[in-house]
């Protein structure tokens, strides 16, 4: 297969905003918060990782009244703002850092829909 990359358009990378958001006791992201964050989030896009009993989010502009919501709602315990520093180098430079974007929020959407469900972790593993 042959491909030709020449004429392939370069896109800017753009800034993410980036929070830290903690969630009660050691559970996790509850599936209450994951449908609130996935509803809010509809119209922008996003990525996360879980990290511990939280989760890093990045989207496209902030979302820290959404953020302040959910810990008044007691849906997240709380949040930090954060500098994400994409690793442009070790996905191939720019245009790698954009696919690989490009990929983290179809991941994401398709993930957040599911965070929280029973049994979500053991079938990740299977997957």
Same mark, same amino acid.
């Given at each position: !297969?042959?491909?030709?990359?020449?004429?392939?358009?370069?896109?800017?990378?753009?800034?993410?905003?980036?929070?830290?958001?903690?969630?009660?006791?050691?559970?996790?992201?509850?599936?209450?918060?994951?449908?609130?964050?996935?509803? $809010? /989030?509809?119209?922008? #896009?996003?990525?996360? /990782? @879980?990290? $511990?009993?939280?989760? *890093?989010? @990045?989207?496209?502009?902030?979302?820290a009244d959404l953020l302040d919501g959910l810990v008044a709602d007691q849906l997240a315990s709380g949040w930090v703002g954060g500098i994400y520093e994409p690793e442009i180098e070790a996905?191939?430079?720019?245009?790698? !850092?954009?696919?690989?974007?490009?990929?983290?929020? $179809?991941?994401? @959407? $398709?993930?957040?829909?599911?965070?929280?469900? #029973?049994?979500? @972790?053991? *079938?990740?593993?299977?997957?």
């Amino acid at each position: !297969m042959v491909v030709d990359d020449e004429d392939l358009p370069i896109t800017a990378e753009k800034g993410w905003w980036h929070a830290s958001v903690s969630f009660p006791g050691d559970a996790g992201v509850s599936p209450e918060a994951a449908q609130a964050l996935s509803s $809010a /989030l509809h119209d922008q #896009r996003f990525h996360f /990782l @879980r990290k $511990a009993a939280g989760l *890093r989010l @990045r989207t496209e502009r902030s979302v820290a009244d959404l953020l302040d919501g959910l810990v008044a709602d007691q849906l997240a315990s709380g949040w930090v703002g954060g500098i994400y520093e994409p690793e442009i180098e070790a996905f191939g430079g720019p245009e790698g !850092m954009d696919v690989a974007h490009d990929v983290f929020c $179809a991941d994401s @959407r $398709a993930a957040l829909a599911e965070t929280g469900d #029973r049994g979500a @972790r053991e *079938r990740c593993v299977l997957l």
